[in-house]
């Protein structure tokens, strides 16, 4: 059974900060490049970060860049999203998601195409 567990989420102040983390239980993520999606009330779902398999590749969403970080420990079968700044507007379920890449292409992409979700972690910002 290939399963992906976000935890970290919460009620935080704006300008406060949240770290998820994205583990995986099943299979190794060595070999998978991740992504980090949220879905808000109303909204359709919107990529926010990706990171390749090696951790080399990352990208962000134009909206979180500079507050957001991510990265992933191997050794822990962890990916991480750290939230800093956070904004009203951020508030939504946070899903991670799966890819593998056998071919070693370095995907990191916002987009479909990814294997494996979890089943989320609400992440609400308000006083």
């Known amino acids: 059974q290939l399963q992906l567990v976000e935890s970290g989420g919460g009620l935080v102040q704006p300008g406060g900060s949240l770290r998820l983390s994205c583990a995986a239980s099943g299979f190794t993520l060595d070999y998978y490049a991740i992504g980090w999606f949220r879905q808000a009330p109303g909204k359709e779902r919107e990529g926010v970060s990706c990171?390749?398999?090696?951790?080399?590749?990352?990208d962000y969403a134009d909206s979180v860049k500079g507050r957001f970080t991510i990265s992933r420990d191997n050794a822990k079968n962890t990916v991480y999203l750290q939230m800093n700044g956070l904004k009203p507007e951020d508030t939504a379920v946070y899903y991670c998601?799966?890819?593998?890449?056998?071919?070693?292409?370095?995907?990191?992409?916002?987009?479909?195409?990814?294997?494996?979700w979890g089943q989320g972690t609400q992440v609400t910002v308000s006083s």
């Open positions: 990171i390749s398999r090696s951790g080399g590749r990352t």
């Open positions: 998601a799966a890819v593998p890449d056998s071919r070693m292409l370095r995907l990191c992409v916002l987009r479909g195409g990814y294997d494996v």
